[in-house]
Antibody
Framework: QVQLVESGGGVVQPGGSLRLSCAAS????????IHWVRQAPGKGLEWVAV????????YYADSVKGRFTISRDSSKNTLYLQMNSLRAEDTAVYFC????????????????WGQGTLVTVSS | DIQMTQSPSSLSASVGDRVTITCRAS??????FNWYQQEPGRAPKLLIY???SLQSGVPSRFSGSGSGTDFTLTISSLQPEDSATYYC?????????FGQGTKLEIK
């Protein structure tokens, strides 16, 4: 069964750092692109970052560029999101999601998603 | 960035009704387009991918159509368990933007 489980959320002061983890099971993380998506309380979904299947390409939303870093440890089948210089507006539930696709079509989508982990940035 | 605009933002319908949600992209995205359902306190769930393909396990009352800039999600006969927020998404180019969501309530 393909599954993603996030962890590492918590309360952090503005300017602080936090590292989120996303543990994959049922598939090999390094064979797929993986995304981070966040959802502020009562708000919609915001794409945050993606790492490509080969790990060479990483893309970020402008709102987190230069502060967040996406990475993975293939030996642990785990994805990470290192979040530095955190701001109040980073408060959200953070989801990881697997990038799925048709071979050759170029079309892709997010499935499945983890259950999310809550990050609260507050003094 | 590609902007995704959903309408309506919320709607209320009765069991058995036919419901339509629309989404418009700010530029052509071919069929790089998906729909998700999110129940309160839960992770989003994929419903439709590549604009019109039904995800395995999703009831056949859900369908998607469109290409280019205009897309539609249709629920042919609304069921109580369809109460949720629905999001559209483009995966044409990063940032992979979502619509603002449509909250569907059952009367």
């Amino acid at each position: 069964q393909v599954q993603l489980v996030e962890s590492g959320g918590g309360v952090v002061q503005p300017g602080g750092s936090l590292r989120l983890s996303c543990a994959a099971s049922g598939f090999t993380l390094s064979s797929y692109g993986i995304h981070w998506v966040r959802q502020a309380p009562g708000k919609g979904l915001e794409w945050v970052a993606v790492i490509s299947s080969d790990g060479r390409n990483k893309y970020y939303a402008d709102s987190v560029k230069g502060r967040f870093t996406i990475s993975r440890d293939s030996s642990k089948n785990t994805l990470y999101l290192q979040m530095n210089s955190l701001r109040a507006e980073d408060t959200a539930v953070y989801f990881c999601a697997k990038d799925d696709y048709y071979d050759g079509s170029g079309y892709h989508w997010f499935d499945p998603w983890g259950q999310g982990t809550l990050v609260t940035v507050s003094s | 960035d590609i902007q995704m605009t959903q309408s309506p933002s919320s709607l209320s319908a009765s069991v058995g009704d036919r419901v339509t949600i629309t989404c418009r992209a700010s530029q052509s995205i071919s069929s790089y387009f998906n729909w998700y359902q999110q129940e309160p306190g839960r992770a989003p769930k994929l419903l439709i991918y590549a604009a019109s393909s039904l995800q395995s396990g999703v009831p056949s009352r859900f369908s998607g159509s469109g290409s280019g800039t205009d897309f539609t999600l249709t629920i042919s006969s609304l069921q109580p368990e369809d109460s949720a927020t629905y999001y559209c998404q483009q995966t044409y180019s990063t940032p992979y933007t979502f619509g603002q969501g449509t909250k569907l309530e059952i009367k």
